[in-house]
Each structure stands twice: as structure tokens, then as C-alpha cells.
């Protein structure tokens, strides 16, 4: 099935404008490899304009349209955007499939989380008016102090290629409610559904410049974005190696950023598990949306007493996953989202297989798909801790197992990495599964599965995976400035210094 994606240009303060250069980018179905349509490139110029439509937003009628209306009046808006999403669910998620290589059903589940995000920040917008003028419990009587919560500003909102529509959703929906007004600049490589999510915003009438959003190349788009100096906050999702230079571009103006970054994330599994419940887990941690997952549990760590029993079946659960077009029925693993992303995973397993590595199962791609960037599951065993498939993050369907003999060591090399984001650990001691959750050095840890998300819970990382959480009320309070108020109430003199004699 041929499907075109919509023409759009920028969206700048509630209209569609062309980038100033004129300049577009081809948009490449990564299933077929075929040009499907193209989006604007914007550069400076452009990026000038939509932080000044969201600073103007943002103190519009003295901010009584957006930043300081009630959080009642932002939240009607949230849940519009929630209906037109249901709406058109179908549509955006076959656009989703065909832009990032995802498969069909994954991209409409995606679709209900982005619905029920938007509906949450909703729900959470409403509170918001309750916890304003919270009191604060003061040691002195003749004080009387309250916290007011306040947007934090004009937002940039960077978004990655793996969760295209998911991933802007998790952050507009959270500044909205908060009142900021934002830019949002999604990857190149996968913006189609961040373009349709601007024109729903056109529909249901979101205040103008309250949300803009800019689709182009990094280097001309989302740098001028992050060191931009009306930009009061930039939140980044995405690789290590640009959410250190944007923590550089803001630390220059010491201007707050939150960043979710890579990971290699290890999956624990000890010996007293039932091997096809954890097995089915360990390929979801790793191969689900095609392995671009920077949570993905990738580092299997699994006891000596079942390694080769529990990697046999795995190997056997990997052969059984259908590699497909993402729109075919039964689609579990499509097309990973460029040719420069394909060729980056298959010069992994390369160098894994060069440095002693064994390719258990997988590790090129499949016989019957003759175009688009398919890699097969791969399952990478005889793996020493300083090989870079142990080290360094793939973002492709490739999974590398060691194994151990105690919990000690385990613990050992769950944490020996740079990274923190995920984590999991698969046993029947409760006891033991609580011991590793508090060992292991993560900001998430699953027990017994891998990779549930809910828009309730906090989400984020340590070390070289960000600081920062998302999601729940972190995300909320992501874009909110706590403002103190203190008020003196005695009639009295304060009496510190000496009152000079009156005339």
C-alpha cells in the first residue's frame, strides 16, 4: 500500500509559513526505501521567528490568554487535542509506520498513549489551580508565607525518531498545561506526526504562537533553537553526544535543561524463572519498535545454571518474530529508520564478530526483504565487557548476553556502564528482586518485565543518561517555577534597627 505524506510547511504562530530559504528535506520510507514526500527545512532565520510568536504568546494580554489563565482554561485545550488525535488515530499512525519504520500496531498504541497523555496533563492542568498559594508552615507568627507555581517560559522541546509523536506529547502536553509556551523541533528523520499535531493544534484553536513547531536539520534548526536567548528552558530527548553540546549551549546563559539521553540497559535473569515468560520479556525489552528504544534492555546478564537452556529458547522465541513491512498483518520488527542508522547496526555486529563475539542468531538482514533497512533479531553471545556491543548503545535490534554465577556479580555488571536509565531483574524471590532494585544504578527498574511505561510514573535516567524525569507529576513540575511569597503581618515595628526620634 502507497501512502504519500501531507505537504506542510512551518508552523510559526498559528499559520503555515515556508522557511525562509525555501529549503526541504526528502522523507524516505525506510520499509521501501522510496521518496514518500518532503518537509521543510528551517534554518536561523526561521527558528528567530518562532521563539518571538511563543515569547509574544506567552505575555499576550498580559499573559491572561495563555501563561497566567487558569489551568481549567489550558486544560480544555489539552483535551480537543486528545479528541481530533482519536479522531484521526488511524491515520496518524499509518503515517507514523511509514515515516519511522515501526510496525502498524505498535504505532497505534503509541497512538493511545498520546491520547491519554494529552488527557492527563489535562487532569493535572485542573489541579493546578487548587496548589497555587500553598501554605508554608513558618517557625514565626508575624510571617505568613505561600508558594505560587509558574510557567517557566518560553520552552524548546526536542524530540527523537523513535517515539516521533509519543515523545512530543510527553513534553507539549506537560509545558502546556504548566502555561510555558513552546518550540517544538522533532528529528529529521521522522517529523511527519509532529507536522499533523500542529495542524490539530490549528484546528481546535490553540492560542497563537502558544505552540510552534519547526522541522529541519539539527546543525541549521536545533542548535540555533537551544542557544537561542528567549529560550528559558530546553528539554532534549535524544543521544548522549548532542545533549552534551546543548547543555553546553545553555550553560552559557545558565539556563535549566532536562535531559533523557541513550542507555544500555541490562535485564537480569536468575535461575529460578519460568524461561519462556522471561524470555518473552527479554525480546520485548530488546526488539520492540525495532530495537530504538533507549531504554532497551540490551545487556543480558543470565545465571550460568540456565544460560544455555534459557539462550536456545531465545534463540527459538528471536527466529519466530516476523520481519516485515510495518503495514504487512502480524508485523513485529519493521525497517530500522535510515540507511545512516542501518549501516551504524550492522558495523556492530561486524565489529562484535571481529572482536571473538558470536552471532548466536540474526546479525544481517533477511533473505526475503530485498529493499529497506531490515536487520533481523540478533542474539550476540561469547561477549567480554570491553567489547564495544557491551559498552556502546546500538539502537537496533541486537541483544549480547554474559552470564554469572552470583548476585554479587551481577550487580557488578548491571552497573558497569556509563549509562542509567533502565533496568530489570527476573526472578521469583521477592526478596532478592527488592536487594537489586535498590543496587542497581537506574532511574527506572523493572521486576519480572521490561519496558511498561505509564504516563503516571516518573522517567528518566542518571549518569551519561540525563537528569531530569518526565511523565506523572515530574513532568509537570519540569516546567514550573516555584515562586515564594512571604508577607510581615504584626502591626508592630520590627525593631532591628534604632527608630531616629520623630519630628
Not at 500496531?105 to 491519554?116: L, R
Not at 547496526?345 to 552471532?359: D, N, Q, R, W
Not at 532478592?432 to 510514573?457: D, H, L, Y
Request: glycine share 8%.
Amino acid at each position: 500500500m502507497a501512502i504519500s505524506t501531507p505537504r506542510r510547511e512551518l508552523f510559526i504562530d498559528g499559520e503555515w509559513k515556508a522557511p525562509l530559504l525555501n529549503n526541504r528535506i526528502p522523507i524516505i520510507n525506510p520499509s521501501t526505501e522510496l521518496i514518500i514526500g518532503d518537509i521543510p527545512a528551517a534554518t536561523k532565520e526561521d527558528v528567530e521567528l518562532a521563539v518571538d510568536a511563543a515569547r509574544r504568546a506567552l505575555s499576550r494580554n498580559k499573559g491572561r490568554d495563555w501563561s497566567t489563565a487558569s489551568g481549567s482554561l489550558r486544560a480544555t485545550y489539552l483535551r480537543a487535542i486528545a479528541a481530533k488525535i482519536t479522531e484521526k488515530k488511524d491515520e496518524l499512525a499509518k503515517l507514523e509506520a511509514t515515516d519511522n519504520g515501526k510496525p502498524l500496531d505498535e504505532a497505534a498504541a503509541d497512538m493511545d498513549d498520546v491520547i491519554s497523555c494529552f488527557s492527563y496533563y489535562a487532569e493535572l492542568a485542573e489541579g493546578l489551580d487548587a496548589k497555587q498559594k500553598a501554605h508554608v508552615s513558618l517557625p514565626m507568627e508575624n510571617f505568613k508565607s505561600y508558594v505560587i507555581k509558574e510557567p517557566i517560559g518560553v520552552v524548546a522541546l526536542i524530540t527523537p525518531w523513535n517515539y516521533p509523536l509519543l515523545m512530543a506529547a510527553w513534553k507539549v502536553g506537560a509545558a502546556l498545561a504548566a502555561g510555558c509556551t513552546a518550540v517544538l523541533k522533532p528529528s529529521e528523520l521522522a517529523s511527519v506526526t509532529c507536522l499533523e499535531l500542529a495542524e490539530i493544534c490549528k484546528e481546535v484553536g490553540l492560542p497563537a504562537g502558544v505552540l510552534n513547531v519547526i522541522t529541519g536539520l539539527g546543525t541549521e534548526a536545533g542548535a540555533p533553537l537551544a542557544s537561542h536567548p528567549d529560550v528559558d528552558k530546553i528539554s532534549f530527548t535524544g543521544s548522549s553526544a548532542t545533549g552534551s553540546k546543548i547543555m553546553q549551549a545553555a550553560a552559557l546563559q545558565v539556563k535549566p535543561v532536562s535531559l533523557e539521553l541513550g542507555g544500555k540497559s541490562p535485564i537480569i535473569v536468575f535461575d529460578d524463572v519460568d524461561i519462556d515468560k522471561v524470555a518473552e520479556w527479554t525480546m520485548l525489552g530488546c526488539f520492540f519498535t525495532n530495537g530504538q528504544i533507549c531504554s532497551a534492555t540490551s545487556r543480558l546478564i543470565v545465571h550460568e545454571n540456565i544460560a544455555t537452556k534459557f539462550l536456545n529458547r531465545l534463540v527459538e522465541w528471536a527466529k519466530n518474530i516476523k520481519v516485515s513491512d510495518p503495514l504487512e498483518d502480524g508485523c513485529k520488527l519493521g525497517a530500522i529508520v535510515s540507511e545512516a542508522q542501518y549501516q551504524k547496526v550492522l558495523k556492530f555486529i561486524s565489529t562484535a564478530k571481529s572482536e571473538g563475539a558470536t552471532i548466536l542468531t540474526g546479525g544481517s538482514r533477511p533473505e526475503n526483504l530485498k529493499k529497506g533497512y531490515f536487520v533481523e533479531p540478533t542474539i550476540i553471545t561469547d561477549v567480554s565487557t570491553s567489547m564495544q556491543i557491551w559498552r556502546e548503545e546500538v539502537f537496533g535490534p541486537v541483544l549480547c548476553a554474559k552470564t554469572f554465577s552470583s548476585e554479587e556479580e551481577a550487580i557488578e555488571l548491571a552497573n558497569d556502564t556509563h549509562y542509567g536509565l533502565g533496568s530489570a531483574v527476573m526472578s521469583n524471590d521477592p526478596e532478592r528482586c527488592e536487594r537489586i532494585s535498590k543496587a542497581v544504578q537506574a532511574g527506572i527498574v523493572w521486576i519480572n518485565c521490561s519496558q511498561p511505561t505509564f504516563i503516571q510514573a516518573p522517567w528518566g535516567g542518571i549518569k551519561r543518561s540525563g537528569f531530569g524525569r518526565e511523565l506523572g507529576e515530574w513532568g509537570l513540575d519540569n516546567f514550573l517555577s516555584v515562586k515564594q511569597v512571604t508577607k510581615y503581618i504584626s502591626d508592630e515595628q520590627w525593631g532591628w534597627y534604632k527608630c531616629p526620634s520623630k519630628m
